[in-house]
């Protein structure tokens, strides 16, 4: 069974920035790839960064409004995936979530199969 636990949202003001975490157990770490989602109240979920399953930058994607901001990456240990989030805007309040998958991963693309609980992160002054 595969299991993902995000941690690492929180509540930061508008400037400020966040590192989420996911970590994947269940199945061989080389082979996942990851997508991260968020979902804001009242609004449809959205992929805000994708990585390929070998942790490249040449495989990472992200959404345009995230695009310099935002940065997807896997941890050394390849169990973990990692979200780090500078400048955050009121606008990036949501639930995060990381998702993965054994097929390619990247914004826009299929959906993933695997999903965690999700994360918490609100930007407000």
């Known amino acids: 069974q595969v299991e993902l636990v995000e941690s690492g949202g929180g509540s930061v003001q508008p400037g400020g920035s966040l590192k989420l975490s996911c970590a994947v157990s269940?199945?061989?770490?080389?082979?996942?790839?990851m997508v991260w989602f968020r979902q804001a109240p009242g609004k449809e979920r959205e992929g805000i960064a994708g990585?390929?399953?070998?942790?490249?930058?040449?495989?990472?994607t992200y959404a345009d409004y995230v695009k310099g901001r935002f940065t997807i990456s896997q941890g050394a240990a390849r169990n973990t995936w990692y979200l780090q989030m500078n400048n955050l805007k009121t606008e990036d309040t949501a639930t995060y979530y990381c998702?993965?998958?054994?097929?390619?991963?990247?914004?826009?693309?299929?959906?993933?199969?695997?999903w965690g609980q999700g994360t918490q992160v609100t930007v407000s002054s």
């Open positions: 998702a993965a998958d054994l097929n390619r991963c990247y914004v826009g693309g299929p959906e993933p199969g695997w």
């Open positions: 269940g199945y061989s770490y080389n082979d996942y790839c």
């Open positions: 990585i390929g399953s070998d942790g490249s930058d040449e495989s990472t």
